[in-house]
């Protein structure tokens, strides 16, 4: 079969993989039963995943990839990841990227306290143990604030602090920015750039297309209510 090229990439937007959790955040909780049915769905759809880093690669030098190609990511680091993705993740070889609460790691959701009982995070052993399966770890902030309420001195130093903790901690450079609730705008963009992120993710709904602003990629928000079908019809470009 002739090897086809993308010059577009569908970015999935996941946070926790748990049936349990308060009301309230049900929007952003994919049961383990139905993320095993939506990676099944991309594994047979013919899809591969490629890491942000791969793509930001071929959005700087304007290079289409090859092969049907998907993102996917996971906001905040829940500890879940472990135990209800990774499984599903392995069995189709598939990668993904996370973005870590640099100051919360081991600890928990503690941004989401109004809703409830907070969700257990990461430790870094587990994330260390998950870097050697090849997950990709990208910044979230230090501890989950909106970037648009910080002043410009304050969020710069939030952005080198952040990326500081998680280089210390993987061992390796990281250039990945999720902004936490999606909240951003030029000048934030212009601040976390200044600050050395190479690379972020919004939560614009959207497919990624080179020529994109690597600052500004836009993602799409994936829910329970994503079955097979509906999954696969919203990773094709509408052209
Ligand atoms: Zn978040």
New binding site residues.
């Given amino acids: 079969m002739a090897a086809a090229f993308t010059d577009s990439l569908p970015i999935l937007m996941y ?1 926790r993989i748990a049936t349990d959790g308060p009301p309230g955040l049900k929007q952003w909780r994919v049961s383990p039963e139905i993320f095993d049915t939506q990676m099944s769905a991309l594994h047979r759809a013919g899809y591969q995943t490629i890491t942000l880093l791969e793509w930001a690669d071929a959005l700087i030098e304007q290079r289409p990839v090859q092969g049907k190609r998907v993102l996917l990511t996971f ?2 680091g829940y500890s879940d990841f472990l135990s209800a993705a990774i499984p599903a993740l392995q069995r189709y070889d598939f990668s993904a990227t996370m ?1 870590l ?1 640099a100051e919360r790691i081991g600890q928990t959701a503690l ?1 989401d306290a109004s809703y409830g009982d907070c969700a257990p995070l990461l430790s870094w052993d587990e994330i260390k143990s998950l870097q050697t399966m090849g997950i990709e770890f990208g910044a ?1 902030s230090c501890i ?1 604030q909106k970037m648009t309420q910080m002043g410009s001195a304050e969020l710069a130093e939030d952005t080198r602090k952040t990326r500081a903790i998680l280089e210390e901690g993987l061992g390796v450079a990281v250039p990945t920015l ?1 902004y ?2 999606g909240d951003q705008n030029e000048s934030v963009r212009r601040v976390v750039g200044e600050a050395g992120t190479k690379v972020a993710v919004t939560t614009e709904p959207g497919i990624s297309e080179l020529g994109d602003d690597l600052l500004r990629l836009p993602r799409i928000e994936i829910t329970d209510d994503h079955t097979p079908e509906r999954l696969i019809s919203t990773l094709i470009p509408a052209r």
Wanted: glycine share 0%.
């Fill in positions: 946070h906001d905040d973005f609460v941004w979230h989950h999720a936490p609730y």
